[in-house]
């Protein structure tokens, strides 16, 4: 049976943003350029990045709050109204006005996507911000309401390595357990963490040496982690091939469950999430690997950006068990 996680409060920290999906059909080519002519027919506003992170522990029956910074303009109420509406908590969220809300915006024909718009900025917080970001968190901590912490990056500023540092000081004196889903900017900032879940592709980039996916090859930049970390897990989606895990004793490759991939997008985004879950629950990382592949192949075999299915990971669970 499913480990129940209705008593888990989590703390999601990162870059938040909207996912906008413009839909229509394309029946013809311009005779302007030899592009598309996309006959519009509908918008669609979903949480995304560490948005979406949020949203998969809500669909998991856990509660959520997000931490982030978002601009003064027409799309911060959109999110913030799209955050409420899923039950996310968003006490620690500053507003930048001189940052824009991110906004990844996806051209969608025919179940295919054929451009993506981005509006973001990239840059590290300003000071006077990362303190009221970092005030903010703070505040709820100490509120005894926090029983996880994710740190989701995307690299458009927020988790700063200030910010990174107060939170993982933070969540060690108060014995929350942190989860990471790094990305390139400050990757070895995460000092100390109980689950660090870079992608394959991260970690090649971060490496010296060839990484591939076998055991052998990711043991060895397992190690890195370790010694540069001092973590306490180490978990590394593999794509097709699935998860490597490694607890400090133990590494192994859990196969995919992808049976339809229609699209990738925010399946980090699950695994994370039900990862975090999972061992903040005390599930051993081989039982985290496999619901984790179970969630995320439920999630790639939709189109655009989804959170889980918790009755059919119910189901999916029962059945492998």
């Given at each position: 049976m499913l480990l129940d996680f209705s008593t888990l409060r989590a703390l999601v920290v990162g870059d938040l943003m909207l996912d906008r999906y413009l839909s229509g059909s394309v029946e013809r080519i311009s005779p302007e350029?030899?592009?598309?002519v996309l006959r519009y027919r509908r918008q669609e506003d979903r949480l995304g990045g560490a948005g979406n992170v949020a949203l998969?522990?809500?669909a998991l029956g856990a509660g959520a709050t997000t931490a982030g910074v978002m601009g003064a303009d027409e799309n911060a109420g959109l999110l913030g109204r799209a955050l409420r509406e899923h039950g996310i908590g968003d006490a620690p969220l500053v507003t930048d006005a001189s940052r824009p809300t991110t906004v990844k915006t996806r051209v969608i024909a025919q179940d295919q996507q054929l451009l993506r718009?981005?509006?973001?900025s990239t840059e590290d917080l300003a000071p006077t911000v990362e303190e009221g970001l970092l005030g903010a968190i703070r505040e709820h901590i100490r509120s005894g309401q926090v029983d996880l912490i994710i740190l989701q990056d995307y690299n458009k500023g927020v988790l700063t390595a200030e910010v990174i540092r107060q939170v993982t000081s933070w969540a060690a004196t108060a014995k929350i357990?942190?989860?990471v889903?790094?990305?390139v900017r400050n990757f070895w900032s995460y000092n100390g963490v109980d689950l660090f879940k870079p992608n394959l592709r991260e970690i090649q980039q971060q490496c010296d040496f060839a990484v591939t996916p076998d055991v052998q090859s990711l043991d060895?930049?397992?190690a890195l982690i370790f010694a540069r970390l001092a973590c306490k897990r180490v978990m590394i989606t593999l794509s097709e091939y699935g998860i490597y895990t490694h607890d400090g004793t133990h590494s192994a490759i859990h196969p995919t469950r992808a049976?339809?991939?229609a699209d990738v997008s925010g399946a980090g985004d699950?695994?994370?999430?039900?990862?975090?879950?999972?061992?903040a629950a005390g599930m051993d990382l081989t039982r985290i690997a496999r619901l984790a592949n179970l969630a995320g192949a439920q999630v790639i075999a939709k189109p655009g950006v989804v959170a889980v299915d918790l009755e059919a990971l119910r189901q999916d669970w029962a059945a492998e068990a």
């Open positions: 350029a030899p592009v598309p998969n522990l809500v718009i981005d509006r973001e357990p942190v989860a889903d790094p990305k060895r930049a397992a049976r339809r991939i699950t695994v994370i999430g039900v990862a975090a879950c999972g061992l």
